[in-house]
């Protein structure tokens, strides 16, 4: 009988423009159960950068908790990101959303002068020290272009010919940092086989919701391979 792997998830919040993007976490959740992978759910208990009302596209005066947010997606199941034992796991996955960028990392006002929140910061590291797999989807191969000189992470596309990649500036700013960017589509991730980081693009392309699932998909049928 194979052994399930032991999968940690940390989310930014609920949302994409001030937390994790809903359905990317969805998906990461739906294909790790899909592999029978064992999923425990983290995110740090921070506020939030601000709080954005969806239906507007505006920030709004509320103050909101990343954990406290975070726990609508984990359906109440989820622990604080400072209580995270890596021994316990043997990958780790970051969806998307602006989150990620806000209230994860200050890459959404600093660009590649970014820092990356302390917890998120020691819990990549750890996971990286034991070569333990990581998985970054959509603006979270940010952290990892931010934290790991020389790695190699995918956001999509290196140039928006097709319309399709409109954050394509956004390799052009990981590869300052002194990352590679690796150029994917959709559908594909880009496995780092030095580092163990896999990262796919996501909502980084403009794409038929389905695609974006797949392309998940992809992500965590090659983190469990080498998990």
Known sequence: ???KKRV??????????DGSEIHETSAVLVHLSR???????FAPNIDQ??????????????????????ARLA???IDDLADIKINDFDAVIFPGGFGVAKNLSSWAVDGNACTV????????EAFHKAKKPIGLCCISPVLAAKIFPGCEVTIGKNENVDGRFPDAATAL????????????????CHVDEANRIVTTCAFMCKAPLHEI????????DELLKIA
């Open 173 to 188: 700013a990981i590869e300052e940092i002194g990352a590679k960017h690796i150029s994917k589509d959709v559908h594909e």
């Open 117 to 124: 929140n302390d917890q998120v910061k020691s819990t990549l």
């Open 8 to 17: 940690a998830v940390v989310l930014a919040g609920c949302g994409v423009f």
């Open 35 to 41: 592999k029978e992978a064992e999923v425990k759910i």
């Open 75 to 77: 359906r109440g199941d």
């Open 213 to 220: 699932f797949d392309g998940i998909g992809t992500l965590v």
């Open 1 to 3: 009988m194979a052994v």
């Open 49 to 70: 950068m601000h709080v954005v009302d969806h239906l507007k596209g505006s920030p709004t005066e509320e103050k909101r908790n990343v954990l406290v947010e975070s």
